[in-house]
């Protein structure tokens, strides 16, 4: 069964501190994955989509990685601000249109 | 450019009642989708159009309709609401192709009582 698994499930970090958060995936055949921001009643929002041949991607202080090879990514947030308390959902394309939604990880960046 | 706009924020229905989730996008986007989400779930796909005329099931499509007569709209009948169908709702687009980017609308908070 295609599934995408986050861990951990919820992190409390302290403003400034750099944090890992990871993803495994069992989605067969592979597309492409992406990693989300969803703030508190909000909708997702798109950080990066990386395909098959891209190991790493940047967006500003979020950095993603990807092996394809052991179907792991993991989203690398560097100097967290306050601003970054919210939801990272990682979510995997395989073949069609149908995106494979992970449950999240709620990070809370405290003062 | 609003992207994708969904109506109404908030509903409260009665058990039985239905009534109809709008989403709007204004990017000429051919795939639009319909998701719910749960508290410790993923979204979950409901109903799925990757062109005017075209739609079909998702993972959980029972009790909601959907049709998509025009690229720009794409709204979730809910037929006779139940109590199980309290969920967050979103609706997303994005262009033809596997590596595109899907844009999410804002959510429709809805509760049955």
């Known amino acids: 069964k295609n599934q995408v698994e986050q861990s951990p499930q919820s992190l409390i970090i302290l403003e400034g501190k750099n944090c890992t958060l990871q993803?495994?995936?069992?989605?067969?055949?592979?597309?492409?994955l992406r990693w989300y921001k969803q703030d508190t009643g909000r909708g997702p929002v798109s950080l990066t989509i990386?395909?098959?041949?891209?190991n790493t991607k940047s967006n500003g202080r979020y950095t993603a990685t990807l092996d394809a090879d052991t179907k792991q990514s993991s989203l690398h947030i560097t100097a967290s601000q306050l601003s970054d308390s919210a939801s990272y959902i990682c979510?995997?394309?395989?073949?069609?249109?149908?995106?494979?939604f992970g449950k999240g990880t709620t990070l809370s960046v405290s003062s | 450019n609003a992207g994708v706009t969904q109506t109404p924020k908030f509903q409260v229905l009665k058990t039985g009642q239905s009534m109809t989730l709008q989403c709007a996008q204004d990017?000429?986007?051919?795939?639009m989708s319909w998701y719910r989400q749960d508290p410790g779930m993923g979204l979950r796909l409901i109903h799925y159009?990757?062109?005017?005329?075209?739609?079909d099931q998702g993972e959980v499509p029972n009790g909601y309709n959907v049709s998509r007569s025009t690229t720009e709209d794409f709204p979730l009948r809910l037929l006779s609401a139940a109590p199980s169908q309290t969920s967050v709702y979103f609706c997303?687009?994005?262009?033809?192709?596997?590596?595109?980017?899907?844009?999410f609308g804002q959510g429709t908070r809805l509760t049955v009582v």
């Open positions: 997303a687009s994005r262009d033809r192709g596997y590596d595109t980017e899907a844009f």
């Open positions: 993803c495994n995936y069992t989605v067969s055949p592979f597309s492409n």
């Open positions: 990386m395909t098959f041949s891209e």
């Open positions: 979510v995997v394309s395989g073949s069609g249109t149908a995106l494979i």
């Open positions: 990017m000429n986007h051919e795939y």
């Open positions: 159009s990757v062109g005017a005329g075209i739609t």
